[in-house]
């Protein structure tokens, strides 16, 4: 149990354009998603946190109108990266807590987004 | 403010050697305390976690951690490195207070040698 699905797992855009990723937990249901950004090499930076049906939560430095984030149910989340540029070509993973004690969160398989 | 601290980013061993990758956080309230392992192009597997109870975790894959509150360390251990270890583990914290905010360490890359 506990599985988190990405989609797409890869994708290629033209800079300017929007891209959506999705995020889905398959078997339970998520209360709260995270969004995270790994540059290569790199640990993991977290962009925002969101519950289901509120405003996400960004972290410091994280452009709310460029990444915007949406959890519209509890198993769906998704983040579109709005007129994207070649910085923020990215591996992009989030993960999802079923918000019980445990703390735990269950990662997706991320995204690898390329602005050319 | 939570913090983790991932001493060497590198870190090589031959097979069949002890693991032995370094934690050390830093939280102003009882802690719960990870281990991740991220494969190339992957999302984060759970290795192991301590919340409460027992300081000596065991994980999957043979990993155990221990919590050692003196020390504010939480270090991660295999007895025997095989050669599917070769990954990059992420040390972790949590706060009750911080509604599941997970920070990351910046991670210590594990080779195996043959």
């Known amino acids: 149990g506990a599985v988190v699905s990405q989609h797409p797992s890869w994708v290629i855009c033209k800079s300017g354009t929007s891209v959506k990723i999705e995020c889905r937990s398959l078997?339970?249901?998520?209360?709260?998603m995270f969004w995270y950004r790994q540059f290569p090499k790199q640990s993991l930076m977290l962009m925002a946190t969101?519950?289901?049906?509120?405003?996400?939560?960004?972290e410091q430095g994280v452009e709310k109108d460029k990444f915007l984030i949406n959890h519209a149910s509890l198993t769906l989340s998704t983040l579109t990266v709005t007129s994207a540029h070649p910085e923020d070509s990215s591996f992009y993973i989030c993960?999802?807590?079923?918000?019980?004690?445990?703390?735990?969160?269950?990662f997706g398989p991320g995204t690898r987004l390329t602005v050319t | 403010a939570q913090s983790v601290t991932q001493l060497g980013s590198h870190v090589s061993v031959s097979e069949g050697a002890l693991v032995l990758l370094r934690c050390n956080y830093s939280?102003?309230?009882?802690?719960?305390l990870f281990w991740y392992v991220q494969y190339p192009n992957q999302g984060l597997q759970l290795l192991l976690k301590?919340?409460?109870?027992?300081?000596l975790v065991k994980g999957i894959n043979g990993f155990e951690a221990e919590f050692k509150k003196s020390e504010t360390s939480f270090h991660l251990t295999k007895p025997s490195a095989h050669m599917s270890d070769a990954a990059e583990y992420f040390c972790?914290?949590?706060?009750?207070?911080?509604?599941?905010?997970?920070?990351f360490g910046s991670g210590t890359r594990l080779s195996i040698r043959p």
């Open positions: 993960s999802a807590s079923r918000g019980d004690r445990s703390y735990e969160q269950y």
């Open positions: 078997d339970f249901q998520a209360t709260t």
């Open positions: 969101s519950n289901e049906g509120s405003k996400a939560t960004y």
């Open positions: 939280s102003s309230v009882p802690p719960y």
């Open positions: 301590y919340t409460t109870g027992a300081t």
């Open positions: 972790a914290v949590s706060e009750e207070s911080s509604a599941s905010k997970i920070i």
